[in-house]
């Protein structure tokens, strides 16, 4: 059964190693981080997957990682600072079950992106409030409609599950929200930045889906997508989310919420 919803920004700068006091400027995302994790507590969550944006990404295809997951921040200059999770193999299964029954393509996989901070980032800032494995899915290039619908099927396989189960959807926001950006402004950043929260707010998966592709990329953004799935598995589920904290210290929005789907919990 599915218990809660969260969606996660992942960038590297939130781990002090890497981070070297820069973290002062988005203590609010760390706290919010915390909230996240006592809910994880709480509910006594017993399986759970991430949706990842920098795991295996491709044109046509979803991927689910059916080995233990490992990797590193080599790519952010710390090379010895490293992850790792046991798999749950059941989820993938699962997984590749649900999405074959709905015609979607999702691939079982051994390989992933060693540096994948959108799984990195959460499992570390998470640690010991995760359940002993988890399962990990990317999001694709497919369209904003087959997000939704992987996240349908997705919703439909751990809905069976007996334990409690939660669904985390990483992704940042506008990375180009202000002159900050290491990108630049781009004047329609906010506006786009506005839209997702408002959507979010309001579980309102259709106007994800019909926001301008085009534009999405042009604001660099990649929490959409992931967004999407999680809409999808919880829409059976009266979800209530909260918008826990958004912040943009460095022109880059970072937006932390939480969704119950459990009554009483509102």
Same mark, same amino acid.
């Given at each position: 059964?599915?218990?809660?919803?969260?969606?996660?920004?992942?960038?590297?700068?939130? !781990?002090?190693?890497?981070? @070297?006091?820069?973290?002062?400027?988005?203590?609010?995302?760390?706290?919010?981080?915390?909230?996240?994790?006592?809910?994880? +507590?709480?509910?006594?969550?017993?399986?759970?997957?991430?949706?990842?944006?920098?795991?295996?990404?491709?044109?046509? +295809?979803?991927?689910?990682? $059916?080995?233990?997951?490992?990797?590193?921040?080599?790519?952010?200059?710390?090379?010895?600072?490293?992850?790792?999770?046991?798999?749950? /193999?059941?989820?993938? /299964?699962?997984?590749?079950?649900?999405?074959?029954?709905?015609?979607?393509?999702?691939? %079982?996989?051994?390989?992933?992106?060693?540096?994948?901070?959108?799984?990195?980032?959460?499992?570390?800032?998470?640690?010991?409030?995760?359940?002993?494995?988890?399962g990990v899915v990317s999001?694709?290039?497919?369209?904003?409609?087959?997000?939704? +619908?992987?996240? @349908?099927?997705?919703?439909?396989? *751990?809905?069976? !599950?007996?334990?409690?189960?939660?669904?985390?959807?990483?992704?940042?926001?506008?990375?180009?929200?202000?002159?900050?950006?290491?990108? &630049?402004?781009?004047?329609? $950043?906010?506006?786009?930045?506005?839209?997702?929260?408002?959507?979010?707010?309001?579980?309102?998966?259709?106007?994800?889906?019909?926001?301008?592709?085009?534009?999405?990329?042009?604001?660099?953004?990649?929490?959409?997508?992931?967004?999407?799935? !999680?809409? &999808?598995?919880? /829409?059976? *589920?009266?979800?209530?989310? %909260?918008? !826990?904290?958004?912040?943009?210290?460095?022109?880059? $929005?970072?937006?932390?919420?939480?969704v119950d789907t459990t009554?009483?919990?509102?």
């Amino acid at each position: 059964m599915i218990v809660l919803g969260a969606v996660l920004p992942h960038p590297p700068i939130l !781990l002090p190693q890497i981070a @070297q006091g820069r973290e002062a400027h988005v203590q609010a995302t760390l706290h919010a981080y915390e909230t996240v994790a006592v809910r994880l +507590r709480e509910l006594d969550v017993q399986r759970l997957l991430l949706i990842s944006t920098h795991g295996i990404v491709t044109l046509n +295809r979803f991927h689910t990682l $059916g080995a233990d997951l490992s990797g590193n921040f080599e790519r952010f200059g710390h090379p010895g600072l490293t992850f790792e999770h046991p798999i749950d /193999q059941e989820i993938a /299964q699962r997984l590749v079950a649900a999405a074959e029954s709905a015609d979607l393509p999702l691939t %079982r996989t051994t390989i992933w992106e060693q540096s994948d901070h959108s799984v990195g980032v959460p499992i570390t800032l998470l640690g010991d409030a995760l359940p002993p494995a988890i399962g990990v899915v990317s999001t694709s290039f497919r369209s904003p409609a087959d997000h939704y +619908r992987l996240g @349908q099927t997705i919703g439909h396989a *751990l809905s069976e !599950l007996s334990e409690p189960t939660a669904i985390i959807a990483s992704g940042d926001a506008v990375h180009r929200l202000n002159d900050d950006s290491p990108r &630049g402004a781009h004047p329609q $950043g906010e506006e786009v930045q506005q839209t997702y929260e408002t959507a979010l707010s309001n579980w309102d998966h259709e106007t994800l889906i019909t926001l301008d592709e085009s534009l999405r990329r042009e604001v660099d953004e990649s929490v959409i997508s992931p967004t999407l799935i !999680l809409m &999808g598995a919880l /829409q059976e *589920l009266d979800p209530i989310p %909260r918008i !826990l904290c958004s912040e943009h210290p460095w022109g880059v $929005g970072y937006v932390t919420a939480l969704v119950d789907t459990t009554p009483g919990t509102h």
